[in-house]
């Protein structure tokens, strides 16, 4: 099976709402990276995390080594938040391996 | 701050055909990669460098060449072009000492007639 399993694969908010998007890991995993991709296909690195939990604005993440899993949840979610967000998991160095994505469409 | 830029912005090429895809980062990372990304699915790894005259195969590397031809620079070549094939192509950098935190290019994108 795939190294990265992401869910849900798409997700649709209301303007104001929370959800967290979720990747399981399925091998040991030293890292993970959360990067959101817009209509334009460009990817923009969200967080680092190589443990716990990180928050930037209404986005906050977590980490969990033992578990392997990692969240990454949206409170009060904007319009501009809407697009492909993706997790990334770092087994060894150097390589990533990249769960499926997860579609957000905010809407108002 | 620095950044990737990766050319040509779109590419159309011929089945059989050889294409070159360009990047070059002013981060001064150490580490480069190509990604490819299929409609709707995630990234893979076709191939990276770690450092200047370094090459790494990744997972989808067959089919595929690179040449780090210098710190800054990092191109992937189609050996022979899919009929019918569509996908982005995306250049990433990298300092794996600092959190191997990832930077992306714009991408490219190919379609082959």
């Known amino acids: 099976g795939d190294q990265v399993e992401q869910s849900p694969s798409a997700l649709s908010l209301h303007e104001g709402t929370s959800s967290a998007l979720r990747c399981n890991f399925t091998?040991?995993?030293?890292?993970v990276q959360w990067f959101r991709q817009n209509s334009r296909g460009s990817l923009i690195n969200l967080f680092y995390?190589?443990?716990g939990t990180k928050e930037n604005g209404r986005l906050k993440s977590a980490f969990d080594s033992k578990e392997l899993y990692s969240t990454l949840h949206i409170r009060d979610a904007q319009l501009e938040d809407s697009g492909t967000y993706f997790c990334?998991?770092?087994?060894?160095?150097?390589?990533?391996?990249f769960g499926t994505g997860t579609s957000l469409l905010v809407d108002p | 701050g620095g950044i990737i830029t990766q050319t040509p912005k779109f590419l159309i090429g011929q089945e059989g055909q050889k294409l070159t895809l360009k990047c070059q980062q002013n981060?001064?990372?150490?580490?480069m990669y190509w990604y490819r990304q299929d409609s709707g699915k995630g990234l893979r790894l076709i191939y990276y460098?770690?450092?200047?005259?370094?090459?790494q195969k990744g997972d989808l590397s067959e089919g595929y060449d690179a040449s780090r031809e210098k710190k800054s620079s990092f191109s992937l070549t189609v050996t022979s072009a899919q009929k019918n094939e569509m996908a982005v192509f995306l250049c990433?950098?990298?300092?794996?000492?600092?959190?191997?935190?990832?930077?992306f290019g714009a991408g490219t994108r190919l379609s082959v007639l």
């Open positions: 990433a950098s990298s300092i794996p000492k600092r959190q191997n935190t990832l930077y």
């Open positions: 091998t040991t995993t030293r890292s």
């Open positions: 995390l190589a443990s």
């Open positions: 990334a998991a770092e087994a060894m160095g150097y390589k990533l391996t």
């Open positions: 981060f001064n990372h150490d580490t």
């Open positions: 460098s770690i450092t200047e005259n370094d090459l």
